[in-house]
């Protein structure tokens, strides 16, 4: 148990949390192991899971086609890796699905033998209902980690429409 509790500590989304607040979420995790080369979260389908990644390495994926589009087989662009996890620097991923249930915005796939702590969305439900200074501080963890990414993604989407107008321009 003190080896999970000082993993914890190591994480953006137990920041502030005491011993006895981590020990409360260990006890809501369930420790899942999946082979190299399985898709964890497939980008469109519903999910009411999180995942921290103990062991190993996955990559996020996204489609750059929009549903619905039509293209031929020639003009399609596919997927794009748009970034690898390694365990040791803590990541976190499916942490939206604790507040809602809407479709997965990513495809998540392990690069190696991987072993997850797994959140299911009622049982942090109830247990932030139950204490709810731990709520609090997993979501305001949470809210910080999406604000962290909402950021760097408004950085890129205007990094592309810089080049995308540029592109434009020339022909």
Do not use: W
């Not at 062991?55 to 890796?81: A, F, R, W």
């Not at 305001?140 to 962290?148: F, G, H, P, T």
Request: with cysteine; charged share 35%.
């Amino acid at each position: 148990m003190e080896k999970e509790i000082s993993l914890f500590k190591e994480m953006k989304l137990f920041n502030n949390l005491s011993e006895e607040k981590i020990q409360k979420v260990l006890g809501i995790c369930t420790k899942v192991s999946f082979p190299e080369n399985t898709i964890i979260m497939q980008e469109g389908k519903t999910g009411d899971t999180m995942y921290m990644i103990l062991e190993g390495d996955v990559e996020v994926v996204k489609t750059l086609v929009p549903e619905g589009m039509d293209l031929d087989e020639d003009e399609k662009i596919g997927n794009k890796v748009f970034t690898k996890l390694k365990a040791e620097d803590h990541p976190v991923f499916g942490e939206i699905s604790l507040f809602e249930e809407s479709r997965r915005t990513a495809t998540v796939k392990t690069l190696s033998d991987c072993t997850f702590y797994e959140i299911n969305k009622d049982d942090f439900l109830r247990l932030a209902e139950k204490d709810y200074e731990l709520g609090y501080q997993i979501v305001l963890n949470i809210a910080k980690m999406v604000c962290s990414r909402l950021r760097k993604a408004d950085e890129d989407v205007i990094k592309l429409s810089t080049v995308l107008s540029i592109v434009l321009k020339e022909t």
